[in-house]
């Protein structure tokens, strides 16, 4: 009998079909409360409940020793500093009931004496998670899990009174233990409780259980958290080899002989089995010995691959099959895609053998109006708007993602840089991560490459940004130790740092990197290639252009730091912070120096925090916890007149925060889609009070030389110089009317584009992204809101007030503009619209199909509606 043979009887013999491990959506039926009771005090600050927690993940330590020490509280034991809130008879009739995931600071007033930098919202203090829930009489004898994709942060969590574990780090995904505390046959209580300090953050973090939770049941030996590593070390348009390296936990306290048997299908669009298998394991014998781990390794061939790419996005799901005397005992399903990936210094970064430019983006976490809480449907949309401009690349800025969009990337094609940190053990802010670094660190970074490392569409691991430790001597060493730790878990991906110090490519930390991610230094690209031609070179953050949709200020100067009044800052894409660029800049460089691998734009969309300009004095009187210093900035302040920022949100994003392009979109389509015929102008064309005055105007476009008119007239027809990137007229002086760009590519018409002078606001326009949504309680409908001319039109300058009403199974769960400077609470039903227009995101009603209609009104103007269904 072959192997092939001996493997399919096996898996015959042992039912895979079985139901042998469980994953249980745990989201819905929590009751939530901000604040702690009044006993507590200081009784659960980190300091002295460390022993308590520090014990949570050390599977994930390489070095037994630095597991649970002596003296570690045991699970018999419990803290004596408990809180009522935790116990199972607690009355919590009275708290709120909710569903996750959740975020209670998007839920919150915007409010001035908040700081600019973490976006006003009240996101920081204590509140409390509790679940009841059914222990069935079949638990007992399984192990049973709770799996937390993110909690930020500081999070404890007690089972039926017992403080039983937590984690501080709030963007990892952890797990806890409930089996030895779990009460099979009864209701069972969790609590669970956070704590932000309000110091901890340099962006919008959110609050709350704001990822999803799972409970996970297994039996007593089984395959462990992220057990399955799959690598395709050989692969060849003709074949392809498949190494699945596979850890058992044995939970027992008896030594275990188990038959572990492989299966490789390829996967459907939800990463799950179908068809017939293209690959079966020779099927082994494992002894896995008490309350340890053992590893086992297959090793396939696949005939013709499936590979994945950018454009071809296939998959192949590994089954793994664990059988004790004859009975299958686990199962799990491992989606895994097969490609060939290189980073070299020379060639840049090649994909299946092709090379391919890395247009990316940064983006953090947040999903603007709905707050850091995820959204399946929200991410989806993201994704597609920045695949429309030409992007290819995501770089989770900066800490691990949700596990969500590392699917949607793997399903839609996009590259991801995987990050986990934005500081080591020298901090940026007081309470961040820095004060946890050196007890969580190893666990964290072994938690995100485990957790990530099976998605074909993590190329490279991030160990860091900007860390403080670039300056130190001695920095270097540090690097090195995190490097090592991923090098530990996958040696099949480069390993890369931000960097924003010039040094940092000369000192020793340039040698610990497979790759050199420059933060902001296109002007350094020549001389670290001419340095170290054998090290990969990368734009890890460029260019955090900033500028505000739809605004343009006069004169239009031409250093950096002009355009900005009132709040905003100008869309002519010219200005920048001082220690950025121009997206124009950073390519003149790249396109000198063409074996850099590519770029990550600072950013992608704008998101909550971090408004600079506008957030670099008055919000940083918060800072200053010294009270003469603080009054010493307050006088520096009232001496240069300046009052505090009244922004929310970023101005960096080439996509403002809801959802709607700027200019800069189109800059960097016509850099990125360069085969795609199009042509942008700006800025508007409605400047009455211009008339007569000099008003220039840029073109964006994939072509190489363009002719402009106005109201028929040419104003002259140019062709694109080397190493230029937008065409401008900067003499134009204004009359009303038409603007229109006629352009041509290697001598042929290739696009054209109009601005034209607008009537008054007339009416309303609604046009939502999907009309259909799923009647689940999750999936979305982002409608946009135009304020019209009669003639449908956009008014470019805009900004009348709009109610909207809702009917049928749906509910508004928020509406935004994009304007930075709009405090209006996310949850409002009425917003002005921002330069023409607003948005608005319509939620399903679980269980609850049928047709849903929003309307919009205006005083003044037509209102408008849109019919839409759940299904």
Known sequence: MGAADAAALTISNADSTQSVRERIAFNDGWLFRQGDPAHIGGALDYERVRDWVLPTGDHLLADATRRAPAGTPTPDANYTNGTTWAQPDFDDTKWRALDLPHDWGVEGDFRQDLPGETGKLPWFGTAWYRKHFDSPASDAGRRVYLDIDGAMSNALVWLNG????????GYTSWRVDLTPHLRPGEINTLAIRLDNARESSRWYPGGGLYRNVWLVKTNPVHVAQWGVFVTTPVVTREAATVDIAVTLDNTTATGANVELALRVFEADAQGRPAGAPVALGEPARVKVDAARQANYSHTVTLAAPRLWSLAARHRYVAETLVIASGALVDRVTTPFGIRKTDTTADRGFLLNGERVPIRGVCLHHDLGALGAAINLR?????????????CNAIRTSHNPPAPELLELCDLMGFLVMDEAFDCWAMGKKRDDYSRFFDDWHEKDL???????????????????NEIREQGRSDGWKLAARLAAIVREEDRTRPIACGFNGVRSGYSGFHAVMDIVGYNYKPHEYARFRAAHPHIPLLGAETASTISSRGEYFFPVGENKN??????????YDLYAPRWATTPDDEWRAQDENPAVLGEFVWTGFDYLGEPTPYNDDATNLLNFSDPVERARAEKELAELGRVRTLARSSYFGIIDLAGFPKDRF??????????LPMAHILPHWNWPERIGEITPVHVYTSADEAELFLNGKSLGRKKRSPLEYRFRWDEIVYEPGELKVLTWKNGRPWAEAARTTTGPAAKLTLGADRAALRADGQDLSFITVTIADRDGRPVPRARNLIRFHVTGPAEIIATDNGDATDHTAFRSTARRAYNALALVIIRSR???????TLTAESDGLAGARVDLRSE
């Open 162 to 169: 017992r403080l039983i574990g937590g984690w501080p780090y």
């Open 446 to 464: 072994r938690a995100l490459v485990r957790r990530d490392r099976n998605h074909p569409c993590v190329i490279q691991w991030s160990i860091g």
């Open 378 to 390: 929200a991410m989806e949309r993201q994704l597609e708007i920045l695949r429309e401009m030409g």
């Open 666 to 675: 189109y800059h960097y389509q016509a850099r990125w889609r360069p085969d």
């Open 846 to 852: 679980p269980g609850s199909p049928g047709a849903i």
């Open 562 to 571: 002009d355009g900005r009044a009132d709040n905003q800052v100008s869309s």
